[in-house]
């Protein structure tokens, strides 16, 4: 089947992610385009009217991959490099993500080629805005939920939940989540990736003696995910020696003073320029030597490049997709790299998103404390089964989850049928 629409650098790595899990499952060739074609995409053209007056027409993209299991659910980004065929990879993705970790979800994913930096307050409004109203005819709480991604945040979900609940009449709380918890947001939901990527390094260093106190970590990405990823593992001992966001890197091998730095981010909105560390490009830091490294920004960071000069013995995956599948081949002939792959690491957020869709279909809400106590739960259950399935099977931990994944999709469907 030919997938030129959604053709990218992007979508062909999850392709062969994909194809390289179906031979070892030995799925029939007749299922495969039926599993890894998305089911539904819309592209729109947004346009939006400037504050000096102008009118400016961005392009956006809502992709969802499967619908077997429920509803899709997947985030939506605002970035420059945003693409149909980004958008389709990131929805596949989610799918099996979902999958892995038992929720009732297929995966989705969105997105309008912007740069939020360069808009003011209302630019943003009124382009989120837009694109959620060319959006209404493909979600809604039992046919697509979106939730905040990268460029993107609670605010962006407020809008597009009053949107949404304008044109139906009513309060429809259960179309977004992500959003602020006045709203019908859950707590903890904003601190849920994050905490689940050091919940998992945890078991990690667990899992092959690395003891935490003393030992260092790199995160590139000092966005939600990294910034709550690092708190949570400095409250564990170790010391956080580098971080980057989309300016640039600092780095104390001595260890991060994060309260500092977090109040040094609000006031500038980069960690460019902290007095209490040097700097360091993108490419140095993520080869630094260190016990965990957490590439938390963008997709195919780690790469055949760079993936044999990796110095860290845990690589925690808080991205979507950062590395490709010739770096996957150099680190498993390596065998020193303990790879904990995106679609097990970075489920936090999709698992409590899921909560807070739960707990606004019934209006019902849970505290903090219950809200983690379950994420938890899930996320050790999908680390067990995926831990176990890669010894038995003796592969690599990102085939194992894959496996599990996609294999749950396919035995949906099967179950399902082919209508008519």
């Not at 930096?117 to 959620?132: A, N, Q």
């Not at 949107?163 to 429809?172: C, N, R």
């Not at 593992?233 to 971080?243: E, H, N, S, W, Y």
């Not at 016990?291 to 963008?298: E, G, Y």
Request: neutral net charge; aromatic residues 8%.
């Amino acid at each position: 089947m030919n997938y030129h629409q959604y053709d990218s650098p992007i979508f062909r790595m999850a392709c062969q992610q994909f194809d390289q899990v179906a031979d070892f499952m030995e799925i029939p060739e007749a299922a495969r385009n039926r599993l890894k074609m998305p089911k539904r995409a819309l592209s729109v053209a947004v346009p939006v009217r400037m504050d000096d007056g102008r009118t400016e027409v961005f392009m956006g993209h809502r992709v969802q991959h499967h619908l077997t299991l429920g509803p899709t659910k997947g985030g939506i980004r605002f970035h420059p490099d945003v693409t149909v065929g980004e958008v389709a990879a990131l929805a596949m993705w989610m799918s099996w993500k979902c999958a892995l970790v038992g929720l009732p979800y297929g995966g989705a994913k969105g997105g309008v080629a912007c740069n939020p930096r360069e808009l003011s307050l209302g630019e943003l409004e009124r382009l989120t805005r837009r694109y959620t109203q060319e959006l209404i005819p493909v979600i809604g709480p039992q046919v697509d939920i979106p939730a905040p991604d990268v460029g993107t945040n609670e605010q962006v979900m407020a809008w597009i939940m009053d949107t949404y609940s304008l044109q139906m009449g009513y309060a429809v709380p259960g179309v977004v989540t992500g959003k602020p918890v006045l709203l019908g947001g859950s707590l903890g939901r904003r601190e849920a990736t994050g905490r689940g990527v050091a919940y998992l390094i945890s078991r990690a260093m667990d899992t092959i003696g690395l003891v935490g106190s003393g030992a260092t970590a790199v995160i590139q990405g000092y966005g939600n995910v990294g910034a709550v990823a690092a708190v949570s593992l400095a409250k564990q001992g170790i010391k956080i020696i580098a971080v980057s966001d989309a300016f640039g890197g600092i780095y104390n091998q001595k260890g991060l003073d994060l309260m500092k730095l977090d109040a040094y981010v609000a006031e500038t909105r980069s960690v460019v320029g902290f007095s209490e560390a040097d700097p360091i490009s993108n490419e140095e830091m993520l080869i630094l030597n260190c016990d965990i490294l957490v590439p938390a920004a963008l997709e195919r960071q780690i790469t055949e490049v760079n993936a044999a000069k990796l110095q860290c013995r845990i690589l925690a995956e808080g991205a979507n997709g950062p590395t490709t599948p010739e770096a996957d081949a150099i680190l498993t002939k390596r065998g020193d790299v303990m790879v904990i792959p995106d679609i097990l690491c970075n489920s936090g957020g999709v698992i409590v998103s899921y909560f807070e869709w739960v707990q606004d279909l019934q209006s019902f809400f849970w505290s903090e404390g219950e809200v983690m106590d379950k994420l938890y739960r899930l996320l050790e259950q999908a680390f067990i089964q995926t831990l176990n399935l890669a010894k038995k099977k003796e592969v690599s931990l990102r085939f194992a989850a894959l496996s599990l994944g996609i294999k749950r999709v396919h035995d949906a469907k099967v179950l399902r049928g082919l209508y008519p």
